[in-house]
């Protein structure tokens, strides 16, 4: 990336904080200047507390996004108890259901190339879809931080209590990769392709290439959502994740090398890049006792 | 809740002090109870119009409020002299004109005796604000957030013209050039594959929109802040200024920018920081015919640029997101009542 490219970024990103936490004083106030009997009470009274001393049993479809070779389509619950109205504690959970191979995925497999010097990140183009990395399951213990609470009206027909939330936690990432391909299997194959070419080395990395290794990757998992409450009992959420963690996810040769990112001639841990893995998610959210209770001027 | 519900309470001109004591805390009485019924109402008016605390003793009602509100009339409910004044200019008032008369009698010993009010009470909230008739400016940053291969990011201007408060048109303008970024996917993808990827530059784009505003909300923080925001479509037509990058054959082919015709569609959140400025998210898919690099390499004719350009169009979806702030203007507007 260029000077001008970092810059650039950098002075957007310092306008976006300013223009953030600038008005902040403004939007504390939004002009309103309270005096009279309602100067010093509460923004709201008799406003329904969904969360507090509520727990939260969850169903959820989840799917990750932006994937470079699969796409795992994932189920999952969660379930969480807050003590208070902005503050929740619970786990999250999701499980592979189908993995959907993406578009760059199907244009190797039909139109990658193998020559000697990329036999081993790609023995065999058409079995391409045995290699490459895919998310099993995700299990994140977390915690919810429930800041802004309101509502919303849609077509100015139907109106909803609804709520923002943050949370953040540590995620367990069930992942399958290509298992790694040590010096001896290397030099052997090496030997094979030195004496009889590209096809014998090709047969030789063959088995490496349809074998795989499970995994648990520990990554920081964070993101946010919108619930919207639809009755005393029920949500709808959606919710973005994050979950920065480092893996193979091609399954090829791409690092491990002194000189920096470059092949190493070895399929191993070194091959593990740094992705920015994300997902969205839609569920269904109960709570349980089914009855909220109300605020009143002084208990919230 | 509106404080403007005292107009529906009718008060008589012949009642004394003690009546009026009883009605105010009547009033009183009935402010929480109407606050509930709106199930969670933290609108913005119900604590500019509690405010005048004289109000509720009958008092003229302050200067500055009978400006803003100009129709409206100075107090209906106050010292049991307004209500017939009152019927003619305002609406609540009008509305319970008609079974005010009704609502006294006398009892045996010809006292007046009170009954009890069942007006039904309109509680209509006014809008944060009023965006018709005003121009909103509208810079931000725009990032791809769809494509693996080339980061299309963006400086990005909009202006548009709010004819109605939920109905705007207006333009925007993105430029990409310089700002642009290839992803290493394209390059590890090339040396583990041997699998080229054909990708594109942008240099700028520009759009007619039109902004609709479905949805419309209000969020508080910690029972203290309260924030509004509102959700909107927009959709439009332009022009994208685009070139294939070269990567089959990066030796002999270079391209210049061609115009192509782009359409949008997406999806935004605005947030009110004041009743001028906001700050927003948008998610826009710009959707155009692409010509990208010809993946085969014509030894007969390689330097034959006709041959550079693959033969057809390839749908293209740039998603991007917007995020920056709006200002409208003018800084300040009217609130119009009916008569």
Request: glycine share 8%; hydrophobic share 45%.
């Given at each position: 990336?260029?000077?001008?490219k ?21 939007a504390?106030?939004q ?43 994932m ?89 923002l ?15 790694n391909?040590?010096?001896k ?54 919710e ?61 | ?57 009958g ?42 008369k ?58 548009n ?8 048109v ?39 929109n039109?902004?609709?505003v ?85 030894l ?40």
């Amino acid at each position: 990336m260029s000077t001008m490219k970092r810059l650039a970024i950098a002075l957007t990103t310092i306008a976006a904080v300013l223009a953030l936490s600038g008005p902040a004083q403004t939007a504390h106030a939004q002009d309103v200047n309270v005096q009279g009997p309602l100067a010093g009470a509460p923004a709201v009274i008799n406003m329904r507390i969904y969360r507090q001393m509520r727990f939260q049993i969850q169903g959820h479809f989840a799917m990750t996004l932006q994937d470079q070779f699969s796409r795992s389509m994932m189920v999952g619950g969660q379930l969480m108890f807050h003590p208070t109205d902005w503050l929740g504690l619970g786990v999250w959970t999701a499980f592979a259901v189908a993995k959907v191979d993406t578009s760059l995925t199907d244009q190797v497999s039909s139109k990658g190339q193998t020559a000697g010097v990329n036999v081993l990140s790609l023995p065999n183009p058409a079995n391409f879809t045995q290699q490459i990395g895919r998310i099993n399951s995700v299990i994140a213990p977390q915690v919810a931080f429930i800041p802004l609470r309101g509502k919303l009206g849609i077509f100015e027909k139907l109106f909803v209590d609804a709520d923002l939330y943050a949370f953040g936690g540590v995620a367990f990432v069930g992942i399958t990769e290509r298992a790694n391909v040590d010096d001896k299997q290397v030099s052997a194959c090496k030997a094979r392709f030195a004496a009889n070419g590209l096809s014998d080395a090709i047969a030789c990395y063959a088995p490496t290439q349809s074998a795989t290794a499970d995994r648990t990757a520990v990554a920081p998992t964070f993101g946010i959502g919108l619930s919207m409450f639809f009755a005393d009992f029920m949500a709808f959420t959606m919710e973005w994740r994050a979950l920065p963690f480092s893996w193979n996810t091609s399954g090829t040769d791409e690092s491990g090398h002194p000189r920096g990112d470059y092949p190493d001639g070895k399929i191993n841990e070194s091959d593990r890049l740094a992705h920015f893995n994300h997902m969205i998610t839609f569920g269904l959210a109960f709570y349980l006792p089914t009855k909220p209770k109300l605020s009143t001027a002084g208990n919230e | 809740m509106n404080l403007g519900f005292r107009h529906d309470v009718q008060t008589l001109k012949w009642m004394g002090p003690l009546a009026f004591g009883l009605l105010a805390v009547i009033s009183l009485g009935l402010l929480p109870h109407a606050v509930r019924a709106q199930d969670m109402s933290f609108d913005i008016n119900e604590t500019e119009s509690s405010a005048p605390k004289g109000k509720a003793k009958g008092k003229a009602a302050p200067a500055k409020e009978a400006k803003e509100t100009k129709e409206e009339p100075a107090e209906a409910e106050g010292g049991g002299e307004a209500s017939a004044e009152a019927g003619g200019g305002d609406v609540l008032s009008e509305l319970s004109a008609g079974k005010g008369k009704k609502e006294n009698e006398t009892d045996e010993g010809g006292l007046p005796r009170e009954k009890e009010v069942a007006e039904k009470i309109y509680a209509v909230q006014r809008m944060y604000v009023l965006r018709s008739g005003r121009f909103e400016l509208a810079p931000s940053m725009a990032f791809t957030v769809n494509d693996q291969y080339v980061s299309h990011n963006a400086l990005a201007a909009g202006l548009n013209y709010w004819v109605s408060n939920v109905l705007a048109v207006g333009v925007n303008f993105l430029w990409y050039q310089g700002i642009e970024s290839e992803s290493a996917l394209n390059f590890a993808v090339r040396r583990s594959a041997r699998l080229a990827v054909p990708v594109t530059q942008y240099q700028l784009g520009g759009n007619l929109n039109f902004t609709y505003v479905p949805i419309y909300g209000k969020f508080e923080m910690f029972n203290d802040s309260i924030f509004q925001w509102d959700t909107y479509l927009v959709g439009g037509v332009g022009v994208l200024r685009t070139r294939p990058v070269a990567v089959i054959d990066p030796a002999v082919r270079t391209f210049d920018f061609d115009w192509r015709v782009a359409f949008n569609v997406g999806v935004g959140i605005r947030v009110f920081l004041t009743k001028w400025l906001t700050v927003f998210g948008e998610l826009r898919d710009y959707i155009y015919m692409e010509k990208l690099e010809s993946l085969t390499v014509s030894l007969a004719q390689r330097g034959e640029p006709t041959t550079w350009i693959d033969a057809n169009s390839t749908v293209t979806n740039n998603v991007m997101m917007h995020v920056g702030f709006t200002m409208f203007f003018p800084f300040t507007f009217e609130y119009r009542y009916p008569k």
